[in-house]
């Protein structure tokens, strides 16, 4: 049971450069979102999803999509990465009782440059 | 809105002491609160929640944390505090919007145990 996987771990890119950082559980969660992380700001939800084919945007969604086909993935994608996205990037999982309280991945720390 | 305040970037203890970590929130109606934990290059960790019942709430590792509506805080605490326990904490508060429940977290408050 690997829980909530995250890849790559970390990443440098180029502005302009696009990429997809990847997540994945295996708990069978209806909820994911993706949240950055920055200093002195905690974490900031960038989008979020209730099930396959629905997502919503977030506090912070401009420059980044997702889409979510399965239940088990929900990609991040970086349309042209830009130094304000550098960050580090985490994925969450839920269940429906939610309370229980929110499974992070490791996280992708990514540094556009 | 919803929201959490961590007034501490930083809060050092000595090994052995009893800590806490600070937290107001700003809700309207009843607040579901929670605790994560971050240790270095790792994911958050769930520590403790309050939703309802009792004002004092535990957790693991030994936290617990304490709901306080007239002061509108939820405050992290241990009785002892270990080396181990030196990481960063986030203080969170559920918002509920279009049918999702949203974590906001606050800007969290590094604590480091000396020994």
């Known amino acids: 049971n690997a829980g909530v996987t995250q890849t790559p771990k970390f990443q440098v890119l180029k502005t302009g450069q696009s990429m997809t950082l990847q997540c994945a559980q295996d708990m069978n969660h209806e909820y994911m979102s993706w949240y950055r992380q920055d200093p002195g700001m905690g974490l900031r939800l960038i989008h979020y999803s209730v099930g396959a084919g629905i997502t919503d945007q977030g506090e912070v969604p401009n420059g980044y999509n997702v889409s979510r086909s399965t239940t088990e993935d929900f990609p991040l994608r970086l349309l042209s990465a830009a130094p304000s996205q550098t960050s580090v990037y985490f994925c969450a999982s839920s269940t429906g009782t939610w309370w229980y309280g929110y499974t992070f991945g490791s996280g992708t720390r990514l540094t556009v440059v | ?115």
Do not use: M
């Open chain 2, 1 to 115: 809105a919803q929201s959490v305040a961590q007034p501490e970037d930083q809060v050092n203890v000595a090994e052995g002491n009893p800590l806490t970590v600070k937290c107001t929130y700003s809700v309207s109606g009843n607040p579901y609160l929670f605790w994560y934990v971050q240790y270095p290059n790792r994911g958050l960790q769930f520590l403790l929640k309050y939703i309802t019942g009792d004002n004092l709430v535990k957790g693991s590792y030994g936290f617990e944390a304490e709901f306080n509506k007239s002061q509108t805080s939820f405050h992290l605490k241990k009785p002892s505090a270990l080396v181990s326990d030196s990481a960063l904490y986030f203080c969170a508060v559920r918002r509920l919007a279009g049918g999702y429940n949203k974590l906001i977290f606050g800007a969290g408050t590094r604590l480091a145990v000396h020994p």
